[in-house]
């Protein structure tokens, strides 16, 4: 079964542009969850997709969002990029929000830079 | 407001020794807890996850202990073992949300 890829890996970008970065889930899942990783800030959650519709969304300004698709393929875009959205941008899937124990299996993750 | 924190940035410890890892929380709307495992370039991978209603779950080498009352759990690793060298992350879930610690680098010295 494959993992959770995300696509792609690196991306360089300069203050003020916008970037979309991809998410494909593990097949059959239909949660997809994203998260900030930088350093010293350990994980930040984003938001959450289920069923095309977002569930919950963490304390990130508008200039984040998200979207998921019919197949559970989730995008996250960023737009007005500033210097400190440079970080590793990791998406996260699992079989459905709201289970006990609702254990997340984590794509390798998105390095964005921003000069 | 941190809900979630593992107040310890780094541990260093001598392979076949014990490694404690803390984690304290406030929120006691957490029905659940997992640890995750982080090596450099790749995504977090789940390690072992407690109930509340549990205080202990072990795994192999790996045991979390928690403890409600002072809102507190641990993850031992006996024996270490340098390939346990990783950032661990500590993370309380509820309704399926999950908040994660900062996380704590192992270091496991040969």
């Known amino acids: 079964k494959a993992g959770v890829t995300q696509t792609p890996r690196y991306l360089i970008k300069t203050r003020g542009q916008q970037v979309t970065l991809s998410c494909s889930p593990i097949s059959g899942h239909r949660s997809v969850s994203w998260y900030q990783q930088t350093p010293g800030q350990g994980l930040q959650f984003l938001f959450e997709?289920?069923?095309?519709?977002?569930?919950n969304k963490g304390n990130f300004p508008g200039r984040f969002s998200g979207r998921q698709f019919s197949n559970s393929r989730s995008e996250m875009n960023v737009s007005t990029l500033e210097l400190g959205d440079s970080a590793l941008y990791l998406c996260a899937s699992s079989l459905a929000p709201g289970q006990r124990t609702n254990e997340q299996f984590f794509g390798p993750g998105t390095r964005l830079t921003v000069l | 407001d941190q809900q979630v924190k593992q107040n310890s940035p780094s541990l260093s410890v001598q392979e076949g020794r014990i490694s404690i890892l803390n984690c304290d929380y406030t929120n006691s709307m957490f029905d659940y807890f997992l640890w995750y495992k982080k090596y450099p370039a790749e995504g977090p991978t789940f390690l072992i996850s407690?109930?509340?209603?549990?205080d202990k779950n072990e795994d192999g080498r790996f045991t979390v202990f928690l403890n409600k009352s002072a809102k507190h759990l641990s993850l031992h690793i006996v024996p270490s073992q340098p390939g346990d060298s990783a950032v661990y992350f500590c993370a309380g879930g509820s309704q399926g949300n999950l908040i994660f610690g900062k996380g704590t680098k192992l270091s496991v010295k040969p």
């Open positions: 407690i109930s509340s209603i549990k």
């Open positions: 997709y289920f069923s095309e519709t977002q569930r």
